[in-house]
């Protein structure tokens, strides 16, 4: 039986594991926003605070809970329902105050008008994502369902991607430049996408 269903744990563990270090990251944040302690590297989250809330709240509630929808078994049963009825308001909060802070808060040197850019543009898609693959599963078409909704996490599970881009380009080469750091960035994110739609493709 462990040989068997070991398998079925494989993908969601991975995932866990991506999900880990930004969830970490955002579990600090949220202590250093209570700490009450203001510093120059994080005055912007002082001066509005509940976007960055929302943001780690939804995004890791999203991403670890998420991982399992992509057991088999769950997904057969009523928990697979049960859970997307609370993914799909947490992947919304995590996109869309991800946009607020990319067009609203004053963001480090490092994270230039490019890096807005793809930010804007894959939150977006995200968000659209989610509400096609709501839309899909409301008239029963269960194949774009599960399309969609697998791209919105791919996206959605990009920070722990980055985390993987930027520190081994950190082993092996010099700190990015602006330009160079927004790319490393998109790049984890199309990773993504195109792992997503091989996963959409192998299924269909």
Do not use: K
């Not at 980055?162 to 380009?169: E, R, S």
């Amino acid at each position: 039986m462990t040989t068997l269903t070991r398998p079925r744990w494989t993908v969601p563990t991975a995932l866990i594991l991506l999900a880990f270090v930004p969830a970490v990251a955002g579990v600090v944040r949220v202590v250093d926003l209570a700490g009450g302690e203001v510093t120059a590297d994080n005055s912007r989250f002082f001066a509005s605070p509940l976007p960055v809330l929302l943001h780690v709240v939804g995004a890791t509630v999203y991403s670890v809970v998420g991982a399992f929808q992509f057991v088999p078994g769950p997904r057969r049963s009523g928990w697979h329902r049960r859970a997307g009825r609370l993914l799909v308001p947490c992947g919304l909060v995590a996109a869309l105050s991800g946009l607020w802070m990319t067009l609203f808060h004053e963001l480090p040197a490092i994270d230039g008008d490019l890096l807005g850019f793809f930010r804007v543009g894959f939150g977006s898609f995200m968000a659209v994502a989610l509400v096609l693959g709501f839309t899909a599963v409301r008239r029963r078409d269960y194949a774009s369902h599960r399309a969609w909704m697998t791209r919105a996490y791919a996206i959605g599970l990009g920070a722990g991607s980055q985390a993987v881009v930027l520190g081994g380009w950190a082993l092996v080469a010099a700190p990015p430049g602006e330009v160079g750091h927004a790319l490393l960035m998109a790049a984890a994110w199309a990773v993504n996408l195109a792992v997503a739609e091989w996963v959409v493709r192998r299924r269909s």
